[in-house]
């Protein structure tokens, strides 16, 4: 027996509602008059969001309120140095050093694609930003930013080796776009990949080409 | 669920729907059926949604199962990302540094004492305390404030504070902590947080004891409450489950899941490891959540008493399945409930709420003993895993019940198959029943409902700690509650709105 749109008890009917097959963003069903990022926003930002309503300092509608113009590694402040690494870790597997920056450690931070203005909880006790503020000013695909940063900072430029290190970690897609796909470019992972740039191999390489595609079919 | 308040549905049969009710997790929806002399023939406490976690976790490193579950619930996150990082630690074979165990368990104290005290004050507290007559404008926690005294009241919105700063101390993130990993947690606390946090846990004690003599002061020395409390239209006759420890004590992070039956009696006690062999699940076609019942008995619909597969969770069930609470100051309360509502167990579905008092005092007696802990301090917090992973199942007791999280990974540590049992499910069938119980002892003969009376059926859920809304959507008596009135020719005659 499965749950039923319509199903009659003894007494009359009852109806459940039916699912869509797209997962939409808000401000894709209804107006939104501002954006408070974060899941959730930190007190602070939401007592200074509350703060501003009060006293009507709020910016023209449709602007993001409580938060930061730059991104979460503003807000960290551990050392950054040299971004080369030859392979990523899973959290687990590494006990990282808590003063110097996680992605400079081969710990995936989605500190350079995330807004700030949260002061960098998670990297407090030593986890990486996995991206709950949303994508930083003037950046549309939260997701497409964090690879293009993680892509860039692999030291190597063997395809093999790339798709080794990428292939560290499992669904780098989901990984990457952990939070706000449906408001990425990409929208939907499409479950036939076909179509990738020649000669690029690998797990991020594939991943890269299936967000080039779907990049090109966005008007 | 959005209803238009405007609009005006042709009704088809004589019933009474409420819908969207809120205060509980995600969505909910009642419907009444009354019979030709206006007497409820049926109740149904629908749950009209989905989330699909358990779906769309698959193919995704495992361990990030302990960032994206908490997102399940914006009230009770912990209690997730506990049993997600226990039921990590079975997937990667990995035994955390006791001092890992004891920070988990320290965050999850001072998570229960504000959790606890959320429901106390916010949800459950207005209705004996503003009274369950009184105006919804008057019947929230601004309400509640007044009648108590401003004293207390920022004693309680200082308390939830001060514990959420605990949460954050360990987890990073006061909402949502992240510090959970498989092997242990994420970073050690240092001598200057555990002077904070035992600091804190003392005043939490006290914070416990207060909150236990207003419900003496307000609760139980008015004899109106004590009779709806203990009288027939909120009782039930069920099983009980919860965790306890080596001592059949309470426990919320961990120990052996235990059942007794409605005389008291240990009818089961198993691993959580252990649980799909007494834990079944019934499906009905008019409702997306799965109704759990007790395996060796079997599903016998809706119904209470010994023959009944239906069991409940939670804290009245807690106690009632345990012999008694680990710390002194809880167990002298423990032992005062059950003298005053005459043994155990107790099957008073609204001394649910004094028995949550009496955890939440459980919870900051614990905070103190942990804080006080000489190996709290111990950098060690972190078990590197070795081992090839695999399945793994993590059980805590969530402030509204036995939460059993359950993952099969494959040998890379990808998620392949996820089954959650969140404590509103082990509840479901306990909730359904009270509903239509109250409904039934409080509708007759097609009485005009007031907001009284609808306020005594929410009563019936409202006890069971239904999470709420209230801190990213609306405050506490601005219900978008509707419901609608019809009589047999299925004219409506009223309709009541909140919000």
Sequence with gaps: ?219 | MSIDPTSEAIPTERRITIDPITRLEGHGRIEIFLDQEGDVENAYFQVPELRGFEKFCEGRPVEDLAIITPRICGVCPEAHHMASTKALDAVFKVDPPPVAKKLRELLYSAFYVADHATHFYALSGPDFVVGPDASPAERNIIGLVHKVGLEIGGEVLKHLELCHDVVAMIGGKYIHPVCGLPGGVSKPITEEDRVKIEEIGRSAVEFGKLSLKILDDVVLANKAYVDMIVGDTFTHKTYYMGLVDANNKVNFYDGMLRVVDPEGKEFAKFAPSEYLEHIAEHVEPWTYLKFPYLKKLGWKGLVDGKDSGVYRVAPLARLNAADGMATPLAQAEYERMYSTLGGKPVHATLAMHWARLIELLHAAERMVELATDPEITNPNVRTIPSATPGEGIGVVEAPRGVLIHHYHADERGVARKINLIVGTAHNYAGIAMSIKKASQGLIKKGAVVTEGLLNRIEMAFRAYDPCLACATHSLPGQMPLIVSIYDAEGKMVQRLRRG
């Design chain 1, 1 to 219: 027996m499965r749950p039923q749109l319509r199903c009659q008890v003894p007494e009359g009917e009852l109806t459940l509602p039916k699912f869509y097959d797209t997962v939409q963003t808000l401000a894709q069903v209804v107006p939104v008059e501002y954006f408070v990022p974060g899941c959730p926003p930190v007190k602070e930002q939401t007592e200074a969001v509350l703060q501003a309503v009060m006293e009507g300092r709020l910016p023209a509608p449709g602007s993001v309120v409580g938060a930061s113009d730059r991104t979460v590694c503003y807000d960290c402040t551990r050392i950054k140095e040299d971004k080369r690494i030859r392979g990523f870790y899973r959290p687990y597997e590494i006990v990282p050093d808590s003063s110097r920056c996680l992605l400079e450690q081969g710990i995936i931070c989605a500190g350079p694609a995330t807004r700030g203005g949260c002061g960098a909880p998670c990297l407090s006790v030593n986890m990486p930003c996995r991206g709950c503020y949303g994508p930083p000013p003037n950046v549309v695909d939260q997701g497409g930013k964090l690879l293009s940063a993680l892509a860039s900072i692999i030291d190597s430029q063997d395809p093999e080796e790339i798709e080794r290190v990428a292939d560290a970690i499992p669904d780098l897609l989901g990984t990457c776009y952990l939070f706000g796909l449906p408001a990425s470019l990409l929208r939907r992972v499409r479950q036939d990949r076909k179509a990738f740039p020649a000669g690029v191999t690998g797990e991020l390489a594939r991943e890269q080409g299936d967000l080039a595609v779907m990049t090109q079919r966005v008007p």
